[in-house]
């Protein structure tokens, strides 16, 4: 049926802007006279007139509640569904949300319900997941994604959302499609030149020969415009999936940022019952929540936090602030760290514009406000310590500028970077203490970065004072006191450093020499006098710990000896990267931290050292390879890949290459020494987790597809062998390179020969997605090589090395995903229960003694 003019009026379009069109509509409405119809848009926005228009045409009754009702959600559910069973309701998204996940439940969305039509348009549809949770089971209610523009008289396309994708939480979709065009509307996807795009990303533009819409002062268009949206859409087939708007994909730290898909990523948190993300001012991202108040309630049962420092607010109590971290937490793990947001508010219910979408505006004035909060008395010296001190710490403890921190106290020689920061954290730190200080300077960013506290605190005081901002001599890293060992770089003198050299051990039992020739059999092995069987061989606990986050990353050991010592004699250090995004250098011995540094997303690939030993090199889910300084963890140079990095680097001790795969499904081989050059690359259709070895000259690699791969120094395929499930593991390689181990997800350790043949196989009841380490028994009095290997249902496993015997077993509270590795005595392997364990490694006779 031909659509026909209601009437021309003044509305208001979504971004505020007055706008004359011309409202039409099809007389072809599944509606009754028994429903009744909640006019939720003000008059001056246009889907009131679609409100009103579906009353009239149906002889439906049209529900008007006042204003005032509206701010009151729970009043207003009771008087659109107890007293006037209210049927078909069209809102947007933010506005339903006000009513809370409990009242959606068990009134608007629940099964005794009287709504029988739930259009929800003018923003983002929430995922199928969040829909879902607001709705009661055997609930009937019909609910439809609705989209369109003011421009072209309100909705254009519509799509009803198959009730068994609200009711099966098996549904695999992410997202809910804008849906078919409606009569006579036609909807197209262009490119930035113009071009129509049938696959990818491109804007929305709408119109159709029927489709009669003047804007402003026109009085006549050409039959069949098309008028932009301003909305981004990804032509999947036959559906389109919003994106956001246009002005609404930002770049942040030259990293591009969806607003709109943030904010429905943390609409799906189970904490959260509404949001709201902007970016202020062009840098600050800021993200409003609305708790769930189920999680506030669970929150408030566990036990309370210590008070804040004294002298300090905070915008909410210590239950708050353990709900925001949570929140950021897991936002940390989820996003790359240029899309977490920089400061998050939790706020009883969003604040709304007349048309029921989000006020940006009045949540950033409430955001500034608190803000204040922060900001010193004029001339204050005490006040201005205060606010740069508490700036400081949340800026470390990666809290934001609004939450609760930790009663840490900053020590005057503290370093920014070596007390948990980075470039990040201090590009946001420095603009807090300016804007919170109100204090100018061009300079303060390099003090954060290369001074102390103390060198910090004195420049903010002479800028606020309005004193030249000369730079004094700073405290450089190098020269502050180890007062804090647990936090501090420790450094030696040139002359000391030379006389230093280096034995690397990391995954896969690789031991490498750099420096000073030294057998992979430890001295005090040679000491012992192996027997054939020895004794029953026994693991304990030395030392566990806690990294905050899990860790799935496996651990790599520098020991640095002098030249007149032997190596058991040098300081063992465990290096090992996390989830938390933090790389760690931790003391063998006691396992306290030596140095630390946080990068650019999780952790999960275990680290390399260069030929040279100076270099640590690490994979990082930013699809970054990181080459660090090994003695303070500075960054030396960084390669970027098409994807995330979750393989670790193998260094070839002929060539001094190092080589990586990436998710990308390439596998790389890069010079350190000239930073970063690609050499050669394979690739395969199936993505590599596997880190590749390359201690025989050749590169052996595992694949998702269940391939053990061994390819030429030039790339060519040699042989593969084929498990039973996806190869996560990492091959280890020994006896003089005639073996090969290697795990399986089908749960088998595989020992296979150099031509990749079959030898022996050990049978583990959970799966092996880490690598096996491969030393020698003499340590222990057994002669030969002995395997240490973990499963992912906590198993510790040592196996007799010729035939896969199972010789000494320990098990752990959570999941191993780290490859063990062993030194001495000391078996280290990083848990999901967020600790690094430390497991002796004895005979059962001499622990009796002990």
């Known amino acids: 049926m031909a659509a026909r003019t209601l009437q021309g009026l003044v509305v208001a379009a979504a971004s505020g802007h007055s706008d004359r069109v011309a409202v039409t509509y099809d007389d072809g409405s599944p509606m009754t006279a028994d429903d009744v119809v909640f006019l939720a848009s003000p008059l001056t926005f246009d889907p009131s007139v679609v409100d009103m228009f579906l009353a009239l045409s149906s002889g439906a009754q049209l529900l008007v509640v006042p204003s005032v009702l509206k701010q009151t959600p729970g009043r207003l559910a009771r008087r659109l569904f107890q007293r006037h069973k209210t049927t078909v309701m069209q809102v947007t998204p933010t506005l339903l949300t006000r009513f809370g996940q409990r009242t959606l439940k068990q009134e608007v969305l629940s099964s005794a319900s009287p709504l029988r039509v739930l259009a929800l348009g003018g923003e983002a549809c929430p995922p199928p997941a969040l829909l879902r949770s607001w709705r009661q089971e055997h609930n009937r209610t019909s609910v439809y994604n609705i989209y369109g523009i003011t421009e072209v008289s309100c909705w254009a396309c519509c799509h009803r959302i198959p009730e068994s994708l609200l009711q099966s939480p098996a549904h695999a979709e992410s997202f809910v499609p804008l849906g078919a065009p409606l009569m006579d509307t036609r909807v197209e996807v262009r490119d930035d030149e113009g071009g129509l795009v049938t696959e990818g990303e491109g804007q929305v533009f709408i119109g159709g020969e029927e489709r009669v819409c003047l804007l402003d002062l026109e009085e006549t268009v050409v039959p069949g415009t098309m008028r932009a949206s301003g909305d981004w859409v990804r032509v999947r087939g036959e559906e389109l999936e919003y994106l956001g708007r246009r002005d609404r994909l930002v770049k942040r730290h030259g990293k591009r940022v969806n607003l709109d898909s943030l904010q429905q990523l943390i609409l799906g948190l189970p904490q959260v019952d509404a949001c709201a993300v902007c970016l202020h001012e ?343 390879v990181y080459f660090l300084c090994a003695s303070s963890g500075d960054t030396r140079w960084i390669f970027k890949t098409g994807d995330a990095v979750k393989s670790s680097p193998a260094v070839d001790p002929v060539s001094g290459l190092v080589m990586v795969g990436s998710h990308d499904g390439s596998v790389y081989a890069l010079d350190p020494e000239d930073s970063g050059e690609v050499l050669w690359s394979y690739r395969r259709d199936a993505p590599f987790f596997s880190s590749p070895n390359g201690s025989t000259g050749r590169v052996l690699i595992g694949s998702v597809d269940g391939n053990i791969c061994c390819l030429s120094s030039a790339g060519e395929l040699m042989w593969e062998f084929l498990t039973n499930g996806p190869v996560f593991s990492s091959p280890c390689v020994w006896a003089d390179h005639r073996r090969v181990l290697c795990g399986s997800h089908d749960g088998c350790l595989y020992c296979l020969s150099a031509d990749g043949s079959l030898v022996w196989s050990f049978q583990t009841p959970g799966k092996v997605f880490s690598s096996p380490c491969v030393f020698d028994g003499s340590a222990v009095g057994r002669r030969g090589a002995l395997v240490g290997l973990v499963s992912t249902d906590g198993t510790v496993w040592i196996l007799d090395g010729r035939d896969g015997r199972t010789l000494a077993s320990f098990t752990l509270k959570g999941e191993l995903f780290s490859s063990p590795l062993v030194w001495r005595r000391s078996l280290v392997v990083g848990c999901r229960d967020d600790f690094v364990y430390c497991l002796k490694l004895a005979v059962k006779d001499e622990m009796t003694k002990e």
């Open 282 to 624: 062009g840098l600050r991202l800021l993200a409003f929540v609305v708790p769930s108040r189920n999680q506030a309630v669970q929150q408030r049962r566990d036990p309370p936090e210590p008070p804040p420092p004294s002298g300090t607010e905070g915008t909410a109590d210590g239950t708050d602030g353990r709900l925001r971290r949570l929140i950021l937490d897991q936002l940390s793990l989820l996003l790359p760290s240029h899309s977490v947001p920089d400061t998050l508010l939790l706020i009883p219910a969003l604040l709304l514009t007349p048309h029921g979408k989000v006020d940006t505006e009045a949540l950033v004035r409430t955001f500034q406000t608190q803000r204040k909060r922060l900001c010193p008395s004029p001339g204050d010296a005490s006040n201005l310590r205060q606010a740069v001190e508490l700036l400081w710490q949340l800026a470390v403890c990666g809290q934001d500028v609004l939450g609760l921190p930790e009663d840490v106290p900053v020590e005057e020689n503290s370093s920014f970077l070596s007390s948990g920061g980075d470039s990040l954290k201090a590009l946001r730190l420095c603009e807090d203490i300016l804007t919170a200080t109100g204090a100018a300077s061009a300079d303060l960013l390099e003090v954060l970065l290369d001074g102390t506290f103390s060198d910090v605190l004195s420049h903010v005081e002479r800028a606020a004072r309005g004193a030249t901002s000369e730079k004094g001599p700073l405290k450089r890293r190098s020269d502050v006191p180890s007062a804090a060992p647990g936090k501090r770089e420790r450094k030696q003198s040139a002359a000391a450093e030379e006389r230093w050299a280096v034995k690397v051990v990391r995954r896969a039992g690789e031991v490498v020499d750099v420096s000073i020739p030294e057998t992979t059999v430890p001295d005090d092995a040679r000491k012992q006098n192996p027997s054939r069987g020895g004794g029953v061989l026994d693991l304990s606990l030395s030392w566990a710990s806690d990294t905050g986050r899990c860790v799935d990353a496996s651990p790599l050991l520098l020991v640095r000896y002098r030249g007149e010592q032997s190596p058991q004699e040098g300081r063992a250090t465990v290096i090992i990267g996390s989830h938390s995004h933090r790389i760690q250098a931790l003391d063998l011995l006691s396992g306290s931290l030596v140095w630390e540094r946080v990068l650019g997303g999780r952790i999960e690939a275990s680290a390399a050292v260069s030929p040279c030993g100076s270099l640590v090199v690490v994979g990082c889910y930013d699809s970054c």
